[in-house]
């Protein structure tokens, strides 16, 4: 090979930012799929899409090359965390935390399984799964892609499921039909960081921490995981992609994984004297793949400078390179006759992504993960009930699945329609009530004529996946749920309150008011698993694998401070009444966030529109305005937003709001036309603003009363010419008296 194309194996650009054509050229080792990229730019794209180019870039990759060098095959990776979940139709599983619940290991496996098959289906090679982080902090935004606090469990959990992606090491079927390239992720610490800040720190001496987060990965490098993930979090103050002790010394050397180490993405850029296109350090450290979703480009001509200047020795690329030929041969791609992704097993059976037998495997994870926290004797549910089922979440598959799930939020935005195949709660309930001779009514406000026999409050977190779900408090802000079990009680009904949450939180509001309380996670899509355990048919054997806290501040520790310990979880027998809980919190009476937009993600009550079409959480294409998402200072933790002529985005907040608008942005370049900013029914010209302050980076435009008399409660940004502006926060916030307005 050349070292040029050695040192194409190395680099990993995601779909949205290269072609077939360039794979041609350049002859990547592996590419991906981010979050929220699919096929051709179209991330509902239907399988056959997938698979289309599967194909296209395996063609490019393995086109002859001149003097006979070999043409070395690509492959694709792509994060199915809880199920084969970035393509419509594929079974979604419950998310780890529910898993961890189960305590069952054969169940897992049997899901790594059924994923693999899904993931075939579509011609991809590699699943970034399992998380096999310990989270220690429920604060932390991916606690749900943890199976348990403890490192123990975490262990057990993560290495079934490698074998059941890759199978079993040494079977006649391992890497094989039904199979998949695995990763444990992340090395190390991740569930660690001070505070659960994602991609934060984790600081302690290191031999203890180790004993935590590094606990899980010896069972996962037994059971022949190929791959293993760097994680973004540093230790004691240095990012872990630039940690050559332990990337190499501990991981390699003292774990004994002679696997391939891939980076995430663009981490290797946080590392102190590096970008996401220049970072020897990264590769020097032990790191094999650069996860570099757009600066491919770049990062290939500083890689090729820094080898033929000496400061990356040619053995360090010849074992990377080694390594990443290892893992494709493992898994037959270096074979002669190795075929291309539609022609290898399962590829285009259509009808496995959602089979009945992995739906069936769905709802037995969903039923074994449910954790009764408290029930005064309502459940099960009495053949024959009139059951009413409440709350906006009782039939939105989407909110029941959380992040991960066809986008990289995920989010209500995605209607059932998005779900063919998939049981809603309400669903499940409904066809459980009618099989038990009751009856089912669905009402999301809880109103009713004829009062039920039951109700059943459906509620919990809005989806959300990584540094987007921090939290500084274990306070659930949306009192729904709360409102609506007050409701029923002051009307006589019984009620069940079933919580969507990717972790615990601080409910002792809503557990007094309740006369049954579960913890149901984040199921997927298999809502009748619930019913299954609610009407008897399963004894509700879910313990919890993390503790639940007592206070509303900070999480509990290694179970201190928690209301109910590791292990609680109750028998539908178990009817034994619980005390009243302590509903002082002081986070309470904090006054609202004014934040409209932040960390790629729209604040609830803030809406998006382009012309008369809503923007889901400022994404997509309408009224002339493109919005994608794009890297600031995190994975798409901004909008690159592209004005068409006479194109208007507007942002407008529902309800009362007060202070002044302050906007981080980037303009690159002059703009074109003329440029207007409204505020309510004030609108001012900002063109020869914005002509200063082009090309200037990061600033921040700040909009006061001095300049816009009102304010009012929408924000637009309106452009007669072509225009692209980056937009990474928007929020309220009352400036001194008499600032004055700055772009």
């Not at 997927?524 to 299954?532: K, M, N, Q, V, W």
């Not at 179970?559 to 919190?585: H, I, M, Q, W």
Request: hydrophobic share 40%; glycine share 12%.
């Amino acid at each position: 090979m050349s070292f040029e194309r050695k040192v194409a194996q190395l680099i990993q650009p995601q779909i949205n930012s290269f072609t077939a054509e360039d794979m041609r050229r350049y002859r990547f080792g592996s590419y991906l799929n981010g979050g929220n990229g699919g096929p051709y730019g179209d991330e509902f794209a239907p399988a056959s899409e997938w698979l289309k180019l599967a194909d296209e870039m395996w063609d490019a990759s393995t086109a002859p090359l001149p003097k006979g060098e070999p043409a070395i095959p690509t492959m694709w990776g792509t994060d199915a965390v809880h199920g084969h979940t970035n393509v419509k139709r594929a079974t979604i599983f419950p998310h780890n935390i529910a898993l961890g619940a189960t305590r069952d290991p054969d169940l897992v496996r049997r899901i790594g399984a059924a994923t693999a098959t899904e993931i075939e289906v579509t011609g991809i090679d590699w699943n970034f799964s399992p998380t096999v982080a310990v989270a220690r902090d429920d604060r932390w935004g991916r606690t749900y892609e943890s199976y348990s606090e403890q490192p123990g469990l975490v262990a057990e959990l993560g290495a079934a499921l490698v074998e059941g992606l890759q199978g079993q090491r040494d079977a006649q079927d391992y890497l094989g039909k039904g199979r998949v390239i695995a990763t444990a992720k992340h090395f190390f610490g991740d569930g660690g960081t001070d505070q659960g800040v994602d991609q934060g720190d984790v600081n302690g001496d290191l031999e203890e921490l180790k004993a935590i987060h590094v606990a899980p990965y010896p069972a996962t490098i037994s059971a022949g995981v190929e791959t293993i993930m760097a994680s973004f979090n540093s230790i004691n103050g240095t990012k872990m992609h630039g940690r050559k002790d332990l990337l190499t010394g501990v991981l390699r050397e003292e774990l004994g994984f002679e696997g391939l180490v891939v980076g995430d993405w663009n981490a290797h850029g946080q590392i102190k004297g590096c970008t996401t296109s220049n970072c020897p350090q990264a590769l020097l450290a032990g790191l094999d793949i650069y996860m570099v979703p757009d600066d491919w480009k770049a990062l290939h001509a500083s890689l090729v400078a820094q080898v033929k200047n000496g400061s990356i020795p040619m053995a360090r690329i010849d074992e990377a390179v080694a390594r990443v030929l290892r893992v494709k041969q493992n898994a037959g791609m270096l074979d002669p006759n190795a075929a291309k992704p539609s022609a290898r097993p399962n590829a285009g059976d259509y009808d496995l992504l959602g089979s009945a037998e992995h739906r069936a495997i769905a709802r037995e994870a969903v039923a074994k993960s449910q954790v009764i926290l408290k029930n005064d004797g309502v459940l099960p549910i009495k053949d024959g009930a009139s059951i009413l089922v409440a709350g906006k979440a009782a039939d939105s598959i989407a909110q029941a699945a959380g992040g991960w799930t066809l986008t990289w939020q995920g989010g209500n935005e995605l209607t059932n329609d998005y779900f063919p195949g998939a049981t809603s709660i309400w669903a499940g309930l409904s066809q459980a009530a009618e099989e038990a001779g009751g009856s089912a009514t669905l009402s999301e406000d809880g109103s009713f004529s004829a009062k039920p026999d039951i109700a059943i409050v459906v509620f919990g977190e809005q989806p959300y996946a990584e540094f987007v779900g921090d939290q500084k408090t274990m306070v659930f802000p949306d009192e729904e749920g709360l409102g609506l079990l007050k409701k029923f009680d002051a009307e006589g009904v019984p009620t069940v309150a079933l919580f969507l949450s990717g972790r615990p939180l601080w409910m002792n509001r809503e557990i007094n008011a309740a006369d049954a309380f579960v913890a149901s996670w984040l199921p997927g899509s298999e809502g009748a698993g619930i019913a299954d355990v609610l009407y008897g048919k399963n004894n509700a054997s879910g313990r919890l694998s993390f503790s639940w806290p007592a206070d509303c501040g900070g999480a509990p520790v290694n179970g201190e401070g928690a209301l109910f310990a590791v292990g609680y979880g109750r028998s539908l027998t178990d009817k034994s009444p619980l005390a009243k809980l302590d509903e002082n919190c002081g986070y309470l009476s904090e006054s609202k966030s004014a934040m409209w937009y932040d960390l790629g993600r729209l604040t609830p009550g803030i809406s998006a529109t382009a012309g008369e079409t809503q923007l889901a959480n400022l994404r997509g294409e309408a009224g002339g305005i493109a919005a994608r998402g794009f890297d600031y200072q995190r994975q798409e933790d901004a909008r690159e937003i592209t004005f068409g002529p006479n194109a208007k985005l507007t942002l407008s907040q529902a309800g009362a709001g007060t202070g002044d608008y302050l906007v981080l942005y980037n303009l690159e370049d002059q703009p074109a036309g003329t440029v207007t900013l409204t505020l309510g029914e004030t609108a001012i010209d900002i063109t020869p603003q914005l002509r200063l302050s082009a090309g200037k980076g990061w600033r921040e435009m700040v909009i006061t009363e001095n300049c816009a008399p009102g304010l009012g409660e929408s924000f637009s940004i309106s452009s007669d010419a072509p225009m692209q502006m980056k937009i990474a926060r928007i929020k309220r916030q009352s400036m001194p008296e008499g600032a004055q307005c700055s772009f």
